[in-house]
């Protein structure tokens, strides 16, 4: 499969070929699966009318589905590829605001490595660095940059209110984008990858900071908790800091009021 999309990318077929997939992706029985079982997950979280935080977007996977449980979405995104793709896909939906920043620490600009493949395009070196080490996206590259406009969880919570559930998909930029938040904001998930682990463990040692809260994690894209509790902070860390698979990924839940 890399050598596939390698070629792809030689020959300037790659966003034409993902094009056409995505188009024809309703009609298969997987996608079609996949996106009931999306809607049943986030749908313990969310309820109709819910604020929701969709904080790097790209094209609108999961903003997608929590427009259709009707939420209220703020999606999150700098690409301006990914921007216009959301405009393209949702137009004038009432129910969703795109703001087209990232989120970090404070207001200001930032420099965005933008990868051959825009969902693992990302603001920190040390995370483009440790893929690369790795060989878990040998296929792609991080040859083109963007200087992107940067504000705050806080500065959209005095925007948009307090969202019952937030997603975070920023690839290594976690930590970054939790230390912009200074209250307790329901349920939040954010990924994490074991070779570069410290931006969700500097995530969850600073929700946890903001109040009670609990944890569990998913793995990959099972649409399922790995756990049937919610745990503390410490065990979450020893769950993450002991997992055998270094092949593995997946998402971090907090959520507070525990």
Known sequence: MNTVIKMLHTVKL?????????????????????????????????????????????VGNRTEVFLELGARVIAVEPQRACIEALEKKFGRNPMLTIVPKALGEAEGEAELMVSSATTISS?????????????RFSAYRWDAKETVAMTTFDHLIEEYGVPVFTKIDVEGFEADVVRGLSQPVGVVSFEFVPEYLKPALDSIGHLARLGAVRFN???GETMRLALDRWISAGEIIAILESLPDRRVFGDVYARFGE
């Open 14 to 58: 790659y966003t034409i070929a993902k094009s056409i997939a995505d188009f024809l992706s309703p009609l298969n029985p997987f996608y079609v699966r996949r996106r009931k079982a999306m809607k049943s997950f986030y749908g313990g979280f969310i309820a109709r009318g819910n604020i929701c935080y969709d904080i790097g977007a790209n």
């Open 123 to 135: 603001l920190s070196k040390q995370f483009v660095d440790s893929m690369r080490a790795s060989g």
């Open 217 to 219: 994690y998913s793995l």
